[in-house]
T-cell receptor
């Protein structure tokens, strides 16, 4: 299985809602990432988990809360988002955080905040 | 933060022609990678070139790396309509804890 899966594909939420994005990989990768991508822009790194521990948090607002329950799963909990948080949220994984870093991406969750 | 710039920002060619995209970056790197993204989808890894390599091939793709000029190019030969996508370079910077920094991207359109 060489796939990274993400659910849901689309999410519409109000500013007072709480929702979660989910990401799963079964390739035995030990690094997992969340990126945010606005239209016609490159992906921007949000969080990195290395061996299930948060290793990088790129100054992301606290209304985004990542969680790595085990080596195959990565969640992004959303609360009190703003309309400007609407974007494509991409999850990725790579085999070994200490080695050269080919990343495998999921298809993304298209988030709209009303 | 965004490491590099790509040019052109947009490129439109006819099927069968070659497409060349360029990427410049600012810091020392361990490797440079190219990714493709179809509209609104996830990124697909195309090729990785290490800092001690100068050229690499994969099928119709040819990547060059010039570390003295801090630049790379991606050549797609004999392009097809299915190659229409955004192409991003990404650098794995020295001392970066193996995180990737993406360039601004080139939107390639291949006309049938």
């Amino acid at each position: 299985d060489t796939e990274v899966t993400q659910t849901p594909k689309h999410l519409v939420m109000g500013m007072t809602n709480k929702k979660s994005l989910k990401c799963e990989q079964h390739m035995g990768h030990r690094a997992m990432y969340w990126y945010k991508q606005k239209a016609k822009k490159p992906p921007e790194l949000m969080f990195v988990y290395s061996y299930e521990k948060l290793s990088i948090n790129e100054s992301v607002p606290s209304r985004f809360s990542p969680e790595c329950p085990n080596s195959s799963l990565l969640n992004l909990h959303l609360h009190a988002l703003q309309p400007e948080d609407s974007a494509l949220y991409l999850c990725a994984s790579s085999q070994d955080p200490g080695q050269y870093n080919e990343q495998f991406f999921g298809p993304g969750t298209r988030l709209t905040v009303l | 933060s965004q490491q590099g710039e790509e040019d052109p920002q947009a490129l439109s060619i006819q099927e069968g022609e070659n497409a060349t995209m360029n990427c410049s970056y600012k810091t020392s790197i361990n490797n440079l990678q190219w990714y493709r993204q179809n509209s609104g989808r996830g990124l697909v890894h195309l090729i990785l070139i290490r800092s001690n390599e100068r050229e690499k091939h994969s099928g119709r793709l040819r990547v060059t790396l010039d570390t003295s000029k801090k630049s790379s190019s991606l050549l797609i030969t004999a392009s097809r309509a299915a190659d229409t996508a955004s192409y991003f370079c990404a650098t794995d910077e020295e001392g970066s804890a193996r995180q990737l920094t993406f360039g601004s991207g080139t939107q390639l359109t291949v006309l049938p």
